[in-house]
């Protein structure tokens, strides 16, 4: 190992970032390509259970302990309408789903995500349409779900053999509202004031919901900043977060570049964090907005293929990425950035869970577990408690995206179970890296386990036939020496988990 292929974790169990919020191990399905139909559902599969619900699925989905899900879309949000997905499955009308060029089914709709959910043990956050409809439309979904009876929408959702209302907390004001690709794409005036009026009519139905306000689709977008300020200046009283979102990609092919990719990550939330609170300050109000991370993943794989599909089919094979190992590290390293921001970073929603962009595939003879599956499940069951003030003492190496550190680290307390979790990446693709904690405050913790992600290519992933080419391994070496400092080794391209126990 090189002399200088050192990182120091710096800790102080008074340093708080902030308690993690476990809806940052939210996911998202949107009814786009497998995943829905063929992903969750697929009546008459072998997996499939008396609801038609994929029981191999529900299996990993339980296995990341994922506690909210965003639905149904995305982009598929901005032309549907959400009547059409509830009833009798027989008058379920098809439509042309325009935002996707394909055909929906209706099938499977907000009744059937609703009893899904309560199978994984997820809360939903459901997305309505402002795209295509208005507030009227938002106030009726509001009320089918959440008023208990005695109004036309309450009742017919007793109709529909569901007796208790959903008791849906978190709702998503449109998606990506500023996309020129979005259906009845806005300007900010105009989304901020439609939002606003939507929350506002929805917390009249229900004072108990909490709202999403769609911020830019990504720091790339051109009114990127204008957008929020102007949004959040039409929508602040009625809204509770805003939302951020982004895709990375290594088209280029410069595994350092793409592996950097998070210090913009970085940068995007503590921009709209300073926007926020600028509104906050201009309104002289006592409410702070927080954000809603509901899309962040990597996504580049599948393009070319998508571009060439056929038109108008049912669920095709579409945004099916096969990951590797450079994507599952850089999600691990997107995941410690959500957590450093665990202050103001309440929601998030890895952008998707099955097929989809997913850490999750199917095929007719089961399931397979993509390479970011990993890091993502071992965050969400591992990553729970206060976030420290991790200060990392780690050499950096410059990229496109600004100078990046070599490890990426994050250190979770949850004295509740007496356990402390670090995770870090190592991003050198040559060399190990000697990670040292003083943990005298924590003397009473031993290493319980060092769970490794790694492989020699940094382009190996997992498929059908080939489940395990990456997989998690243990280091059994890591320990805590007799002066209280934790020692290991993180090996070059790795992602890591060291749990310490009282
Ligand atoms: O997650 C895939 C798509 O990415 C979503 O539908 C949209 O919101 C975003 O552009």
């Known amino acids: 190992m090189k002399k200088e292929n050192k ?36 009546p008459g599969n072998k997996f499939a259970d008396e609801n038609g619900f994929r029981k191999d699925v529900i299996e990993l989905v339980k296995e990341i302990d994922v506690p909210i899900v965003r639905y149904p879309g995305g982009n598929f949000v901005s032309a549907f309408r959400w009547e ?66 005695g109004t036309y929408y309450s009742d017919l959702r007793i109709k529909h053999g569901v007796k208790d209302p959903y008791k849906i907390k978190l709702w998503c004001l449109g998606n990506e509202m500023d996309g020129p690709w979005q259906i009845g ?36 977008m051109p009114k990127f900043g204008e957008w929020e300020r102007v949004v959040l200046e039409n929508s602040y009283d009625n809204v509770d977060y805003i939302s951020l979102h982004t895709y ?10 793409f592996l950097a990719s998070n210090v913009s990550m970085d940068k995007f939330i503590e921009s709209v964090v300073s926007i926020c609170d600028c509104v906050k300050a201009t309104k002289r109000s006592d409410k702070t907005i927080n954000l809603s991370f509901d899309e962040w993943n990597v996504w580049y794989h599948s393009k070319k293929k998508d571009a060439e599909l056929e ?70 069951r591992y990553g729970r408690g206060e976030v420290l003030n991790t200060i990392v003492k780690v050499p950096t190496y410059e990229s496109k995206h600004g100078d ?3 490890v990426d680290s994050v250190v979770i307390s949850d004295e509740e ?39 020699k290519d940094v382009k190996a992933g997992n ?17 805590v020496n007799d002066n209280g400092v934790l020692k290991t080794t993180l090996p070059a391209r790795s992602w890591n988990v060291i749990r310490l126990k009282v």
């Open 185 to 220: 794409h806005m300007t900010p005036e105009e989304y901020g004031l439609k939002a606003g009026r939507a929350g506002h009519l929805m917390k009249m139905i229900d004072p108990e919901i909490e709202c999403v306000v769609c911020g830019s689709s990504g720091i790339g």
């Open 404 to 406: 990046a550190p070599y």
């Open 311 to 380: 038109k108008w089919t049912e669920h095709p094979h579409q945004l099916e990425e096969d990951y590797n190992l450079e994507d599952a590290l850089l999600v691990g390293s997107m995941m410690i950035t959500l957590l450093r921001h665990a202050d103001r970073v309440k929601i998030a929603c890895l952008a998707q869970l099955v097929n989809v962009l997913s850490p999750i595939t199917t095929t007719d003879n089961g399931v397979f577990k993509q390479t970011i599956f990993y890091p993502f499940m071992q965050s969400s």
């Open 417 to 455: 179970n007496g356990a402390l979790t670090v995770f870090a990446v190592n991003k050198n693709l040559e060399d190990d890296f000697e990670l040292t904690c003083d943990l005298r405050q924590f003397s009473d913790y031993k290493v319980e386990f060092h769970s490794v992600l790694t492989h």
């Open 248 to 257: 990375y990609d290594n088209e280029e092919d410069n595994t350092p570049n």
């Open 84 to 149: 059409d997905s509830v009833g009798p499955v027989e008058e379920r009308p098809a439509r042309l789903e325009p935002a996707w060029g394909v055909v929906e089914s209706n099938r499977f709709g907000l009744d059937e995500f609703m009893n899904w959910c309560k199978k994984v043990g997820s809360e939903p956050m459901y997305a309505i349409n402002l795209g295509t409809r208005g507030i009227e439309d938002a106030k009726n979904v509001v009320e089918y779900c959440n008023i208990e009876k």
């Open 7 to 42: 990182v120091t974790l710096c800790i102080d169990k008074s340093f708080t970032v902030g308690k993690v919020d476990k809806r940052i191990y939210g996911s998202f399905i949107e009814h786009l390509g497998r995943a829905v139909y063929e992903g969750i559902y697929q």
């Open 463 to 479: 498929t059908e036939n080939n489940p395990d080419e990456v997989k998690l391994s243990d280091n059994t070496s890591t320990a």
